[in-house]
């Protein structure tokens, strides 16, 4: 049988070294790469600033610990192949207890942080806020639909005996006054508005099945459940157009289920306000 020599044993174990060497510099060299390439989307609501600095805590945590561990392989594999004598011990329970209670103290600050930005994204507007605004979506096979409350901020009351999918998709009481001045956009034709400097209430609701209201810019991401209204709470900072994606297979149209989000400036949000007053029909 052939006896592993101590030259073999160095050589074996500097290739290991190289090649876990190799995997470190890639690993930190693909990360960096991809921060300038392939990173998040621009952030454009203020609400979920947390969402992106939590993110980026735990990428440079988890990098430090990928550092540390492939480092300290690579280290005692080389050492391993200078010194090849087993050392054994059973147990040493001062360090299991260290790396134990750091890693539950670590991930529980995690937790906490992770629930406090959570509430922050979920807490509705303030009351007494200056700036806020309401805007009530609906998803359906397969385009979104949005109704603003118009002018007077009031949205009028809806019956089903009032729908009619080309003039009055939301079927708004035409004896309502609060409704006459209600404006209703076809996400399919043009794009969902919502306005710059301003706390967006988005009331989510679904047709028919169940649609995920998805916009990376506003780091919002939340399903639209038949039967129920979910709300999200945005605060867009810059005008532009983004795009929403539906992030839930929703039949056999899914691909297709786009729409697009345009912030717009104050002033013209208050323009648009006032052009489209009293518009229900879905073709606008």
Same mark, same amino acid.
């Given at each position: 049988?052939?006896?592993?020599?101590?030259?073999?044993?160095?050589?074996?174990?500097?290739?290991? %070294?190289?090649?876990?060497?190799?995997?470190?510099?890639?690993?930190? =060299?693909?990360?960096?790469?991809?921060?300038?390439?392939?990173?998040?989307?621009?952030?454009?609501? =203020?609400?979920?600033?947390?969402?992106?600095?939590?993110?980026?805590?735990?990428?440079?945590?988890?990098?430090?610990?990928?550092?540390?561990?492939?480092?300290?392989?690579?280290?005692?594999?080389?050492?391993?192949?200078?010194?090849?004598?087993?050392?054994?011990?059973?147990?040493?329970?001062?360090?299991? @207890?260290?790396?134990?209670?750091?890693?539950?103290?670590?991930?529980?600050? $995690?937790?906490?942080?992770?629930?406090?930005?959570?509430?922050?994204?979920?807490?509705?507007?303030?009351? =007494?806020?200056?700036?806020?605004?309401?805007?009530?979506?609906? +998803?359906?096979?397969?385009?979104?639909?949005?109704?603003?409350?118009?002018?007077?901020?009031?949205?009028?009351? %809806? &019956?089903?005996?009032?729908?009619?999918?080309? @003039?009055?998709?939301?079927?708004? &009481?035409?004896? &309502?006054?609060?409704?006459?001045?209600?404006?209703?956009?076809?996400?399919?034709?043009?794009?969902?508005?919502?306005?710059? #400097?301003?706390?967006? %209430?988005?009331?989510?609701?679904?047709?028919?099945?169940?649609?995920?209201? $998805?916009?990376?810019?506003?780091?919002?991401?939340?399903?639209?459940?038949? +039967?129920?209204?979910?709300?999200?709470?945005?605060?867009?900072?810059?005008?532009?157009?983004?795009?929403?994606?539906? =992030?839930?297979?929703? +039949?056999?149209?899914?691909?297709?289920?786009? +729409?697009?989000?345009?912030?717009?400036?104050? @002033?013209?949000?208050?323009?648009?306000?006032?052009?489209?007053? #009293?518009?229900?029909?879905?073709?606008?």
């Amino acid at each position: 049988m052939h006896q592993v020599t101590e030259r073999e044993n160095r050589r074996a174990g500097a290739v290991v %070294t190289l090649l876990i060497g190799l995997v470190l510099v890639a690993g930190v =060299a693909s990360t960096v790469y991809a921060t300038k390439r392939w990173w998040l989307p621009p952030l454009v609501s =203020a609400t979920a600033a947390p969402i992106d600095r939590m993110f980026n805590l735990l990428m440079v945590s988890i990098g430090i610990v990928f550092v540390l561990t492939q480092g300290a392989l690579a280290w005692f594999v080389w050492k391993a192949a200078r010194n090849p004598r087993a050392l054994y011990w059973h147990e040493n329970k001062r360090l299991e @207890s260290t790396w134990t209670v750091a890693t539950a103290v670590i991930l529980t600050a $995690f937790i906490v942080m992770g629930y406090q930005i959570w509430l922050s994204v979920h807490t509705p507007p303030a009351a =007494a806020a200056e700036k806020t605004a309401v805007v009530e979506v609906w +998803g359906q096979q397969f385009y979104w639909t949005a109704r603003y409350p118009g002018p007077d901020g009031q949205f009028g009351k %809806t &019956d089903p005996q009032y729908v009619d999918f080309k @003039s009055n998709p939301f079927g708004i &009481d035409p004896n &309502d006054p609060a409704g006459q001045d209600d404006i209703v956009v076809d996400g399919s034709k043009g794009p969902i508005v919502m306005p710059a #400097g301003y706390k967006v %209430t988005v009331q989510l609701h679904s047709r028919d099945v169940i649609h995920s209201f $998805f916009v990376p810019q506003l780091r919002v991401k939340l399903d639209a459940v038949p +039967g129920q209204v979910n709300e999200l709470y945005v605060e867009p900072t810059e005008p532009g157009t983004y795009e929403i994606a539906c =992030a839930e297979l929703c +039949g056999v149209g899914h691909f297709a289920m786009r +729409g697009e989000i345009q912030v717009l400036p104050e @002033s013209e949000w208050q323009s648009w306000l006032a052009e489209h007053a #009293g518009e229900h029909g879905a073709a606008q």
